[in-house]
């Protein structure tokens, strides 16, 4: 009977992921749907459902993301982004290394890979532009570099896939996964920079020192607050969804921006789409399909093949559903039963390999990411459907590549490399 439980939770998790691309509904709503279902047709009780909805991680995505809802509402992010740019000036070929770092740094210290991802799709779009150069060649070193610091320990994403390995017995990861993405997306904007050839890249600097202007009382009373925030999480080791909630209580004080359209910037679909997947994935471990998943895909793996697999998995899953809402959440549980079964397999490791896979394949117009950076062409660009059409395959293309590239580096034991011998 069990056997037969489990079989019906994974399929009421691929019903749920298929339900939600068909029909562009959110995923988060149609698993509280069917997690209401799956538990009336196993006989768990409505209170033993609902106890599957992280309290704790709705608490801290929310705090964070509305945090730098503030610093997006008022301009703070933009500016920034657009000073460190103009410090480029001339040097052309420095530009796209800068706006990887930079988008590193900003997901890093907090608002995580989608807000960072919107901001420098409008900014990449427009300095290519300006520059006559692709708008795709510049975009995804943008794109890779909000990945890559998206999973530092005070970043959503990062919070998600930390969170749901302490659940299953991995810790430790709050610097090794950072760098771990910081190595695979960093290799393939290299990749990326010499196939562009961006090395031999002339052109006018697209934003000048002096037309940036300055940041302003509240924008730097904002800045004040995101250090606030990261120093108590990172030196005081505070919860960072509390401090990020006790740095916005100070900035709505001092009025940096209005509190209204801040609240209406908080993704919160992005919070119901987590927080729901993760109601149905609380049901699928309880009934058993947790371990059946991980013993389909234990079998297809040996020591040296599971990371690179996994990745693999990752980005294809990625390529029809969330990374963080849905691909996070389904595989890592599985990871214990694979390290288990398959001798020699580092469960830090399958974490680090799968964030990548998952992460390049956002690259996808299918995507988020991707969708942010063909949203931002149109409507600079208003290009026609021929053009419109090369984009999303050029994007697409890049999006494979970078998955097939980070599965090889995880065959390779690259994000090995990370981790303490």
Known sequence: MMDWLALLSLIFLFLAIVIGFTTRINTGIVAIGLALILGKISGITEAEIIKGFNYSLFITLTGVTFLFSIAQ?????????????????????????????????????????IPVSALMAVLTVALALQMNIPPIKLAAFGLLGACAGGFSSIAPTGIIAITYAKASGIGGLELP??????????????????????????AEAPIARTETGKFTHQQLITLGGIVLMTVLTLFFEINVGLSAFLAIIILLLFRV????????????STLILVTGVGML??????????????????????????????????????????????????????????????????????VISLSNGAHAASLSPLSTLGALVLAAYTALVKPDAKERNKMFGGMFIIS????LFVSLLALMGVFNLVLPS
């Not at 549980?333 to 020699?344: F, K, L, W």
């Open 400 to 403: 494979i590549i970078g998955v």
């Open 73 to 113: 509402t008022n301009g703070t992010l933009d500016l920034l982004a657009r000073k460190v740019i103009a410090l480029c000036g001339k040097r052309s070929y420095i530009i796209p290394i800068a706006v990887f770092l930079l988008a590193v740094v900003l997901s890093a210290i907090g608002p995580g890979t």
């Open 177 to 202: 996964l950072l760098l771990g993405l910081c190595i695979g997306m960093g290799s393939y904007a290299i990749i990326l920079y010499i196939a562009f050839k961006w090395y031999a890249v002339k």
């Open 257 to 268: 921006t209005d509190e209204k359209e801040a609240f209406n910037n908080i993704p919160l």
């Open 281 to 350: 994935m609380n049901l699928v471990l309880l009934l058993g399909g947790i371990d059946m998943l991980s013993g389909m895909l234990a079998s297809l793996m040996t020591k040296n093949t599971a990371p690179a697999l996994f990745s693999l998995s990752g980005g294809i899953l990625s390529w029809f559903s969330s990374t963080s809402g849905v691909v996070l959440p389904t595989l890592i549980p599985t990871i214990p039963y694979i390290v288990e079964h398959v001798e020699g397999v580092r469960g830090a490791e399958m």
